[in-house]
Every structure is written in C-alpha cells, then in structure tokens.
C-alpha cells in the first residue's frame, strides 16, 4: 500500500509505518579477499529499476508496434475523395464529410471517440500531444516481434463537434524518429528524417509515394519488410524508448541519494543559510521584483530556492503552487540561473506559459514542442524589451510607505511613558462610550498627571471611589462656601463655623450699619467692600490728624509748590532762593496758632495725598469733614478685619473676605454660617481630596462635585477623563499620527495602491529589460553562434537538442528557462546541467518518469500535492492490448514522497481559489486535516451553497454480470443530463464537468448529453465550443489534471431491481478510493452537486471501504453542518459599535464571521466586509491595502476599509457610509434597540 499522505501542523511527511530504514553496508565491512564477493554501488538496484519502468513507460509503443484497428484509428485511406485534399492541405474538416457512407461514418465515430478521449488524457494528465495522421506503415518481423510503424506523421487536432467531429492537421510532415532510430539499430540504414520528409512534397503538394518508394528501395534486402500506402489517424508516440535511452547515466547525487547512498543524501539534503526576510515594507523597491504578487508563506519558499536548498514544497489546493514556480523562475533567472520546469499536466505547462506572456515575458518558457516559436517570440521580445521608467514611481513608493507606515506604527505602538497605543486608546474609549449613562467629563490631564497615573489608576479610581462614597461630590462650589476648605481637625472646623456665624450674625451687619452712618456725615461716596471702608476710616483718621496741624484751608488748594519749596535744592535745582523763601513763609500761614511742624515737607506731602484720596472718594467742591463717632467706628472695624482675615485663612488662598463685595460677602457668609451636612467626614474628605490633588486631580473633583456624580460613576468618568487626555496627548506629541485626520490617511492610501500596483506591474516588464541587455551582449560576443541560430531558426526543421548543439552560450541568454513535460525531457541534452529543475505536480510522478529530468538539475524543487496525486499507469495507444504489462507498479510511491524523506518539506496553507467556501471547508476538514486557511466566499454568506446534494430517485438496474455492480442507472443519467442543460441555459459563460467514478457512466452520460444537444441550437454550442476550459465528461484518474467553474459529482453506482443496495461503488472502492475521491471533490473552483442514487443511510457501518465509504460519511455530513458559534464577545469594541449602528438601519451583521473577517453585513444579495485599522496589525501594506481587499472582492464581497478614528468620533456616519453601499435609503427608518442575530438550530 502506498504511503497516505495527510497534513500536519504545517508540514507533510509520509506515515511511519511506511518507512523502511535499510542498512547501509561500506566497502570497508567487505573483505575483498573473500571468493564470490563483489564491490557494487549501493544505486545499481534502483538504477536497474528505473531502466526497466523507464522502458514500460506508456505501454506499447504505436510507433513501432501500431495495432490497426478501425476502434482506435481513423482510416482515412478510406475517406471521400472530395473532401480528402480539404483535409490534407490542412483545413478543418468534419468527420461526417470524409465519410460519407453510414456504415464508414459510424465506425469512424467510435474511433474518433476513443481517439478523444484518449487525446484529453494524455493531454492533460501527460502533457503529450499525441494524435497524428500517420502516413504509409511500414511492417517487418525482427527478434520474434512484429513491428508496425508509421513512417510519416503530421499533428492533427480532434475535437467533438456537436454530434460530430471536427479534424484539422497542423504543422509539417515528419519522419516518425523511432523508425530512423531502429533503421540503423536493425537494419544499419541511416534514414536521412529533412530529405525523406522533403520526399513528400512535390510544389508544395503534399505527395507521399516518393517516400514511401525511396524507404522500399533502402529496405529491398529485407525479406520482411513491406510499406503500405495507408493513411491512418490515431495516437501516435514513444515515451518508454527515449526514456530508456536517457537512462543509460543515472549516476548524479539525486538519483543516488534516493537509492541510499550516504554520502549523495547529505549532500541533497544540505541546508544552505537562508538570509533574515526583510519585510516588504522596508525592502528597497530595486529589490523588490517578484514576478507575482505571493504571501510570506510563498516568500518563504522563494528564499529557500533562491539559496540553492533542495526542497518539496506541498502545495494544497488553491495556495499558488504556479504563482509561487513562476517568481521562483523570475527570482532565478535574475540571478543569471538556467531553470527546467516539468510538469506532466498541461494546464500547468500553459498556465506557467501564459502568465509568463502576460505580464511581459513571452517566449521566456522554451519547450522543447514547440522550440522555432518560442525561440522567435523571445527574440522579439528581446528586440522590442526597453527599461521601464519607475525612478518617480518607486521615490513615491517610497515616501507613501514611509508616511503610511509611520502612521501605522504610531497607531499601534505603545506610548513609552503612558503604555498603550492610540489604538487601544481608541478601543478603551468606545467601551466606555458604550456605557449607559456615557461618560462626559471635561477635565483633561496634562502629560505629568498622565504618565503618574499611568501606573496608579486603579488606585486613583479607588480613592475616588471612596470620597464619593463619604459625600465628597454632593457638594460643589455652587452648592456650599465651605467646598474644597481643608482641616486638620474636627474642632478646627468647628471653630470656623462658630467664627463665620458670630460674623454673619452680629459683627458684619453691626459695622454695616455703623459704617453707612459715618460715611453718610461726610458725603464720600458708599463703599463697596469692609477693604473700601477701613480705607475710608484710615483717610477719614488721616484727614483728623492734619487739620489738628494745619487749618482746613490747606485742603482748597494745590500744594505741589510748596511741597518742592520745602525739598532741597538738589531736587529743585530751576527754584531760586527769593521764591523758595516766599513760598516757605506762605506754607507756615497754613499752620495753626501754635502749633508747630517739626518736617513740614513731610506734612505737606501727607496732606496732598489726602487730599487727592479725597477728591475721588467725595462729591467735587466738597471740603473735607470729620463725622462724629470716627473712633468706635474704627475700633469695630479691626475687630471685623481680624475676624474676617482669620475665616479667609481657613478658606484658603483666593478666598479674601475683605475686599469681597459686600451683598456677595454676605451671602457667602450666610452659607458659611449655615448648617450643613458638609462637615461630615469633612476632615477624612479633606485628606483624601489632598491625596488626589496631588496626583493631578484637582480639576476633575472639582467637576466632580459640580456634577454631584454618584460614587458607581466616579470611576468610568475618571477612566473616560485619563483616556481621552491620552489620545488628545498623543495626537498632539506625534506627527505621525496626521492628526487623526483620515481624509489624508485615505488619499494616502488610494495613492499607495496605485504606485505599488504600477511598481509590482512592472517586474515583468525590468526583467525583460534586462534580459534583452544580456542578449545585445551575447550576439556581439558570439557572433557565429547568432548565425548558426539565425540559419536553423529559419530553416525550422532543427530539434531543441540540435540548436543546443550550434549555439549553446547563445542560447543559455536567450532560453535561460525550458518547459517540458517529463516525458519530453530526453530531448534536451543532460550536459551542460540545469541549475535548478522544478517538479510540477509531483505527486503524480514517479521516480522513473522524473529521472530524466532529476539528472539534468543541480538542485532539485518539487511541487505537488500527493493527497490527490499519485503515479499512475497510462498507455499511449487508445486500445489496451491484453498482453500489455502495468506501467507503474500501483505500490509505487511519487517522487515527491521520496524525495521529501530526504530534503525539506515547505507547506503551502493559505488558500487564493475563488469561491465554493462550503465545498472548500469539507474537503479541508476531510483530507486535509484543516490545514488549509482561506477567506469566506460572499456567495455562502448570502445563502447560496457551494455544496449540494441531489439524490435521484428510481436510481435502479441489473447488476454488472462481470463486476457485480449496479452501474450508470438511467434515472442518474437523465438527471446529470438536465443538471447540465441547466447549467448551459443559466450559467453558459461559466465552465462545467461532470465527473463520475463509473467509466461506463462517463461513456453513457457523454451519449446522452450529445444527443439532448442535439436538438437545441440555443445551447448546442455549449458542448461544442472551443474554449480553454470546454465541456467534459470525465472519470475520477482523467480528472485528475482539469479544474472547472462548476462540477456535477455524480456517482454513477445505484440499487437493484429489488432495491437492494450492493458495496461496490468501483475505483472509489478500491484501495487508491480515498485518494481518487479528493480528487473528485477537489475539482470544482465555484460548486458542486453531488448525484447519487444511494444515501447514506442504506448502508451498515463497516459495509463499505476506502473512498466509498469517506463518500457515503461526508453525505450523511453535509446535512448536519451547523452554523459555528458567534464569536461577537471577543471582537473589537470599534467593530462592535459599527455593528450596533448598522443594525440600527436595519443591516443584517455578523461580527468576527468564520473568526477570519471583523464584520460582514448583507442586505437584498449585496454583501460587504469591512475592515479596520486591527486587522492591519502584522501584515504589510501592500497585503492590508491591495492584496487582501483583491481576493476578498475576487470572493464576490464589496469590500470596506474604516479607520479606527472614524469609529470612534462617528460610528453613525460610517454605518451610514456602508449601509448606502448596499442600498440603504438615508432617510430609512432606524431602530433604536440595541439588536443582536440570533441563532437558531433545528
């Protein structure tokens, strides 16, 4: 049996229990003097073993042992003359017009069917092109054996033509290779292939007897030998005998080292130092070339190859294995390296081909098939190639990435003083906006009170907490004077209280009333405050004190001259002594009779100030007067003033009760000799309100008690006040962040876009440049090998191997890679070798069909997925003759399983294939263990199923009297047939296949969808066109190498007459069932039905083996899948907040969908997926802004970038911007409930 391969955690290796170990024995352990022992190379038995699979390779070879029979072959010998040079000149003809006779026209068709299909095998699955018109057989007897050999041969196209067939020759006519070949081995005649072929044309006119008359005469000495003049269409090749002849060296270290040669193994094996990946977002843009766009996981690949390690890479389905071989060969080319590509699956061949051509390469893939046009095409590529101008498109690369990721790295970059990001910042605020009430506070922390409490707000919030809990927020500043006074003790404040009532009470109204009554006598205006008032008693003290000295007419007049009289002389220096001494003696008339002024300088300068206080306190022209009662006035007022002084000290600073205007003194002083509820827990409040005013929270106790916030709020409007400061802080220290205006950050990043699209766009085009640089040099510097090629390229006879010959350096630049499928690998020389040969889909090879191209390479990768693939026999001719031996012994194990027990093993997870999310994720689930990581496909999303099961009634039969089995019941084949006439009446721009695992099935359901397309010219073209991908009917082994839009899986077993259910379901049966099965399931890129005739439940366990009984399982599977739980609970909270608002217009929403997208929504068969700024954490710009939103709108979603900013300052706006995407009315109505999905299970 061979190995199972299945996925685990990220790396593929072959079941244990299949390994055998073999001990190795050295020369050294033999004793060479011993009779009958002799020194061999440990490889010469899997040498030997090779050669003899080598020469089994495609069964019988219809070269040379071609079995006439009008089943397999088209005698167009036989065919109408009228339409016959139509045909041969090499124009498209139908079947129906080479032969007309009903009896003739029938025969052909079932050799044109048999010819078909043998044709899409081995053209899909092998890469050979085998059907030809072979002209005049040559038949002789040698050795025991009968050799029947075409001598000419010309390609021929075959396709179904609606009812019919379409028949159309390409190319030229030559000599069949295995005929020149055994002609000398056998007969020692060296057939000259270009003149024996030339033979055959006559003016252009295609003339055949010429050669067939000149190989009779070379042959005449051969009694057995004889030419028919025969014309015969049908698969025509020879893979076993080149490949045995390439076969006759198998002496490389590869080749050696899986036969177990020590010393070759390690040397395979050898691990080459991979340098660190930069990250592509910091690679320079010149070194930034990769053909495709590829994952890190293809990166990853790229670089092992790119260091010379051998290696297997698994490639599960849909993970880029062709993206990742193309950057492989555009990396490796670069670096001036030869690469051989083999691939035993066409598509693959043309796909690397084509994507080659597409973005600016063509003719870089040489096959040796088709060497003249590939060489020409690579020559005019090289002749027309000119260096692509990106110098301004890479600087703007450069600074939209620098911009755009400082930006990102700021977001998500925690801040070094305060520990968090902007982003958690942002995530922290909308949970606390989601809070019901939602905070509001005002107050903002500067950046010291940020970072001290950066590590301290579970403590700040506690101590908040508990001073809400004492009534330190029932009272405000509004609420009570007595707000924010601190004391050490109870008694302290007790005392004030006492202090602001005797106040309140008795003394302030007391020296009101006194006040205004002295202030009345002496008509100076009011006063305002108990300041203004001791003011006025002070000048009023003042003015008493002057008139005692001087009489009142000293007030009248201006005595700034006297004033300077009486300063010395140095200060009035322009008065001379004659006015000084008059003004002097006019000062002493001021004085009263005795009295005397000891410094009248002094006193004049005192009463000139009086005076001017006077004048601005009193009426004008009033002089000034002393009111009685001025002494006990004052002496109340001191009183006041100490008392008033004393309460302002215990108020604190900014509290000056003195110069308070008097209606606000006394309404503070009454709130101040009220009683209150404000001293209670008054002295602990204090402590606590000092602890926290030294943490910076002045300001917000203060909003605090204005807002009398309750103590189960203190702490959210806290976390809500130090958040947001944060965020503000932030976004005023860092430029980074753009100020959070995301307007730019989208310009920004729409530019980006678009110069890193146009940057990855052009690596084509710079290797192509620097390719046609290399070819300028070399046809300078090998001009006889530019003649040589230019002379055998227009000749356009010359193989692959012959130009090789005649300009080897030459063509190392122009055809540095080379395609091939295996079995065309021996027609390129093995020397000089290859640096690197890449196995396409290796899974399917085996050692014997890989060695050919195994000895051509220096380091050997290889790609293939061995759950689905594995080496398989086929057989050239379109019969099978009985006598035909197995090619590929059915325990054979893939180059890829044996060459992964020695080098490497890469896996390959992330899944690119569009659509058939459901189909995906069971085929995951079931053969791959869930390795494979994809995106939802919208289509599931919006309840259209990749996945369907369509179980036939009446599905019934008699049983098989050879096998037993119960095949292709009508009932399944009426269905099939209305499934496809379906598809190609809804979905006629969508490709199909139908796969069965009956090939008698096949074969029914092919004659019945022919002849109900027959009669429907609306859809006849359907099965009939000539498209990439057209219309098939396959089994399980020849589906293995197509892939279609759309695929029926129809089983192809039903029940007997009497309803009894039989276990042979055929191949899936047997033991390569389960592999052969994946194969199945896998073939479908959109969606599958699966028909059956049988359910599951008809069957016992343990009835059923291998695929049957995986098929039946994954039946009775597909009804019980279940909807996976939400995962809403752990999503972002920005994501959460969108979702709320969405639902509130009534927007279908799943949060965390599949745990792969953030949030999709869907209304009337739109579905959207939005991403925000936490999905972008880990991956580069290029995959978060070009590639991710590509596949995701590649998976038929419209996809959504928001910004966490936006989120946060207006979720409403950017629901409102998602939901007109998918067709909301801006004025709909909305529903403001809060509303969550839920889910129901039956």
């Known amino acids: 049996m061979c190995a199972v391969w299945r996925g685990d955690r990220g790396a593929v290796r072959p079941d244990a229990a299949d390994e055998v170990r073999v001990e190795s024995v050295t020369p050294a352990q033999l004793d060479v003097a011993e009779e009958d022992v002799a020194v061999a190379h440990v490889a010469d038995p899997e040498r030997e073993r090779i050669r003899v699979q080598a020469a089994r390779l495609g069964g019988r070879s219809t070269l040379l042992h071609y079995i006439a029979s009008d089943d397999v072959g088209i005698d167009i010998t036989k065919a109408h003359p009228g339409s016959l040079p139509q045909f041969i000149t090499g124009r498209s003809t139908l079947l129906s017009n080479l032969f007309r006779d009903e009896v003739a026209l029938r025969t052909a068709r079932l050799a044109a069917g048999r010819i078909t299909a043998k044709d899409v095998e081995l ?697 091939a499928s295996p079995y065309e690998v021996a027609a390129l020389p093995a020397r000089p070798a290859f640096d690197v040969v890449i196995l396409a889909d290796a899974g399917a090879l085996s050692v014997a069909e890989s060695a050919a191209a195994l000895r051509r390479g220096r380091q050997v990768v290889a790609f293939g997925d061995p759950v689905t693939q594995r080496p398989t026999p086929f057989e050239i001719a379109a019969d099978r003759d009985p006598s035909d031996e197995p090619v590929v012994d059915p325990e054979e194990r893939s180059v890829f399983e044996r060459l992964a027990e020695i080098v490497p093993v890469e896996t390959l997870t992330r899944s690119y294939r569009a659509g058939g999310e459901d189909l995906a994720e069971l085929v995951n689930e079931a053969f791959y263990g869930g390795e494979i990581v994809s995106f939802p496909w919208a289509g599931s999303y919006l309840g259209r199923g990749s996945l369907s099961v369509d179980y036939v009634e009446g599905g019934v039969g008699a049983p098989d009297p050879d096998s037993g089995a119960v095949e292709s019941p009508d009932a399944e084949v009426a269905r099939v047939v209305t499934l496809v006439v379906e598809h190609a009446v809804n979905r006629p721009n969508e490709s199909l296949m139908v796969v069965t695992a009956s090939t008698k099935h096949a074969l029914r359901i092919r004659a019945a969808v022919e002849a109900a397309f027959a009669g429907r010219s609306d859809v006849a073209e359907f099965v009939g066109r000539e498209t990439a991908e057209p219309f098939a009917v396959l089994g399980l082994e020849e589906s293995v190498a197509e892939s279609r839009d759309r695929v029926v899986f129809s089983l192809g077993y039903g029940l007997t007459r009497h309803g009894r259910v039989l276990s042979d379901f055929g191949v899936l049966s047997g033991p390569d069932g389960e592999r052969l099965l994946t194969v199945g399931m896998t073939r479908a890129r959109r969606s599958m039905v699966i028909v059956s005739s049988i359910r599951p439940s008809a069957f016992d366990d343990g009835r059923l083996e291998n695929g049957a009984a995986t098929l039946m399982s994954i039946l009775g599977g597909i009804a019980a899948r279940a909807r996976e739980a939400r995962l809403e609970d752990l999503a972002d909270p920005l994501t959460l907040a969108l979702a709320q608002n969405l639902r509130r217009l009534g927007v279908a929403v799943d949060v965390a969908y599949r745990g792969l997208l953030p949030l999709v929504a869907q209304r009337d068969g739109k579905a959207v997926v939005v991403e925000g700024d936490p999905e972008t954490i880990g991956q580069s710009l290029r995959e978060s802004l070009r590639l991710r939103p590509q596949i995701l709108r590649r998976l038929g979603w419209h996809y959504i970038r928001v910004h966490s900013f936006d989120l946060y300052s207006d979720p409403a706006g950017v629901a409102a911007r998602v939901a007109a995407i998918l067709g909301v009315e801006p004025e709909a109505p909305t529903a403001d409930a809060s509303t969550e999905p839920l889910d129901v299970i039956d």
Do not use: C
């Open 123 to 819: 053209r899909t699955t092998r890469g050979l092109d085998t059907v030809h018109l072979g002209v005049g057989f040559a038949s002789w007897r040698a050795g025991g054996l009968t050799y029947n050999a075409p001598v000419l041969l010309r390609p021929l196209a075959i396709r179904r033509h609606h009812g019919d067939f379409d028949l159309k020759l390409h190319g030229s006519f030559s000599v069949n290779p295995e005929l020149v070949e055994i002609a000398r081995t056998h007969f020692g005649i060296d057939l000259d292939r270009r003149g024996l072929a030339a033979l055959a044309y006559d003016g252009g006119v295609f003339k055949p007897q010429p050669v067939i008359d000149h190989l009779r005469a070379l042959t005449a000495h051969v009694d057995t030998f004889t030419v028919q003049p025969r014309l015969i269409v049908s698969t025509f090749a020879d893979v076993a005998a080149r490949a045995e002849r390439d076969a006759a060296d198998l002496d490389v270290p590869v080749l050696n080292a899986l036969a177990g040669h020590e010393d070759d193994r390690a040397l395979v094996a050898t691990r080459y130092p991979v340098p660190d990946a930069v990250p592509s977002d910091d690679r320079p843009p010149a070194s930034d070339r990769l053909l495709l766009d590829a994952d890190a996981e293809q990166e990853g690949v790229l670089d092992r190859i790119v260091a010379g390690q051998s290696l297997v890479v698994h490639t599960l389905p849909g993970t880029g294995g062709t993206q990742t071989i193309i950057n492989a060969v555009g990396e490796l080319v670069r670096r001036g390296k030869r690469v051989l590509v083999v691939s035993a699956r066409r598509s693959t061949l043309e796909g690397v081909r084509h994507r080659l051509a597409g973005i600016g390469l063509p003719g870089l893939a040489v096959s040796p098939r088709g060497v003249h046009r590939d060489l020409i095409r690579a020559i005019a590529r090289n002749e027309k190639a000119q260096h692509p101008k990106m110098g301004e498109i890479d600087d703007a690369l450069v600074r939209l990435r620098t911009v755009l990721r400082d930006y990102r790295v700021s977001l998500t970059q925690r801040h070094p003083m305060l520990g968090v990001s902007p982003l958690e910042v942002l995530q922290k605020l909308t949970t606390i906006a989601a809070e019901s009430p939602q905070p509001s506070a005002a107050t903002r922390f500067d950046a010291a009170t940020l970072q001290r409490l950066s590590t301290r707000r579970a403590e700040a919030a506690a101590s908040l907490a508990t001073a809400a809990r004492l009534g330190e927020f029932r009272f405000g500043p509004d609420d009570s004077p007595w707000y924010g006074v601190a004391f050490e003790t109870t008694e302290q404040a007790r005392a004030a209280h006492a202090l602001a009532g005797r106040l309140h009470r008795t003394e302030i109204p007391e020296i009101l009333e006194r006040g205004y009554e002295l202030i009345g006598q002496t008509r100076m205006r009011p006063f305002t405050t108990l300041a203004e008032l001791g003011a006025y008693i002070r000048l009023l003290q003042g003015i008493r004190a002057s008139l005692d000295r001087f009489s009142l007419t000293v007030f009248e007049r201006p005595l700034g001259d006297l004033i300077e009289a009486h300063s010395t002389r140095r200060d009035t220096p322009e008065m001379n002594g004659a006015t000084r001494r008059r003004l002097r003696r006019l000062a002493k008339e001021y004085v009263r009779p005795g009295m005397h002024v000891t410094d009248m300088h002094d006193a004049l300068v005192r009463v000139q100030k009086q005076r001017e206080q006077w004048q601005r306190l009193a009426e004008v022209g009033v002089v000034p007067e002393i009111p009685a009662g001025l002494d006990a006035v004052a002496t109340s007022w001191q009183r006041v003033d100490a008392d008033l002084g004393e309460l302002s000290r215990v108020l604190g600073p900014g509290h000056d009760l003195l110069a308070t205007p008097i209606p606000e003194l006394v309404r503070i002083l009454a709130g101040l000799a009220a009683d209150s509820d404000v001293f209670d827990n008054l002295v602990e409040r204090a402590t606590l309100r000092g602890e926290l005013a030294a943490l910076g929270l002045e300001g917000l106790l203060t909003e605090l008690s204005v807002r009398h916030v309750p103590e189960e709020r203190v702490a959210s409007e806290f976390e809500f006040a130090w958040w947001q400061s944060a965020l503000e802080t932030m976004l005023r220290s860092d430029r980074a962040l753009l100020g959070a205006n995301t307007s730019v950050v989208d310009r920004l990043e729409r530019d980006f876009r678009l110069v890193d699209e146009a940057h990855a766009a052009s690596a084509g085009q710079q290797l192509a440049a620097e390719l046609a640089t290399r070819w300028k040099i070399a046809i300078v510097d090998e001009a006889d090998e530019t003649a040589a090629l230019k002379s055998a390229l227009r000749e356009g006879t010359a193989s692959a191997a012959e130009l090789l010959a005649v300009a080897p350096k030459l063509l190392r630049t122009l055809a540095p890679v080379w395609i």
